[in-house]
């Protein structure tokens, strides 16, 4: 009898946990959330619980760890289950982790974030309601603010490209050349299009060579303004 009274309890207990698991997952995701990691294991929690919290749950999360030595894929696997995690054996660098990613990606928009920014909780749901509103916004770029919240300088917010192809701040007036990778939103389509980002950009620099050969395709780039990004800027690098 109190073997079968503790066979009854751990089966409700798990069934609950199994269940909220279940919850959690969108069996028909609208948007993959794609985020790669280097031994940035200090970053994630803030960034995975704002995912976890958000009103709007028809998203899935991506994470490709890129052979990470702080126990990352570990941490992500016990605290939040319900992302699916993909661990490569080497570091494919944040161009191919992404391309990775957006390989197993199954929603129409992939919604490319780093380790260390952060979302509100209604983040999706408007983001959601811009991408129904405007179907052809096929590559576009979130507002940004300081991880504290507070305001960046326009200057960062709107990125252009000088003569020789370097990307320079334009004052927050545009025109806007290319959507930075920090709250980049592309089609999946598209994306697969392009063949995803060229891996010969380790990091840095592959954002713009992808909204480059966008645009050579006739695309245009939007700035989906006061959907807002919290980034810290650098900080997986630190």
């Known amino acids: 009898r109190r073997r079968l009274y503790y066979m009854r309890n751990w089966f409700w207990k798990n069934k609950v946990k199994w269940y909220s698991m279940k919850r959690k997952r969108s069996t028909n995701p609208f948007i993959s959330i794609i985020i790669t990691n280097r031994n940035a294991r200090k970053w994630l ?24 030595s702080d126990r990352s894929t570990e941490f992500v696997s016990q605290k939040f289950p319900w992302v699916h995690v993909i661990k490569s054996n080497h570091d494919l660098g ?14 129409k928009y992939l919604f490319l974030m780093n380790t260390d920014a952060y979302l509100a909780q209604d983040t999706i749901q408007k983001l959601t309601t811009t991408l129904k509103k405007y179907p052809q916004y096929h590559l576009m770029q979130l507002d940004e603010k300081k991880y504290d919240k ?17 990307p320079i701040g334009s004052n927050g007036k545009g025109p806007l050349f290319y959507a930075d ?12 299009k392009l063949r995803g980002y060229d891996t010969e ?4 620099l592959e954002d ?7 645009r050579l395709l006739g695309e245009n780039v939007y700035f989906l303004k006061d959907i807002y990004v919290y980034h810290y ?5 630190i």
Do not use: H
């Open 233 to 237: 800027a650098g900080g997986p690098s």
């Open 94 to 107: 944040y161009a191919g982790a992404n391309n990775l990613g957006a390989k197993r990606a199954r929603g």
């Open 45 to 68: 929690n803030k960034c995975l619980t704002s995912l976890n919290q958000q009103t709007m749950r028809n998203f899935e999360v991506i994470f490709v760890d890129n052979n990470s």
């Open 201 to 204: 950009y380790y990091m840095y």
């Open 208 to 214: 713009m060579d992808l909204n480059w050969r966008a």
């Open 150 to 166: 507070s305001d960046l300088p326009d200057r960062y917010l709107i990125f252009s490209m000088d003569v020789l192809g370097y």
């Open 181 to 192: 990778g920090a709250a980049l939103v592309i089609t999946k389509k598209l994306f697969t």
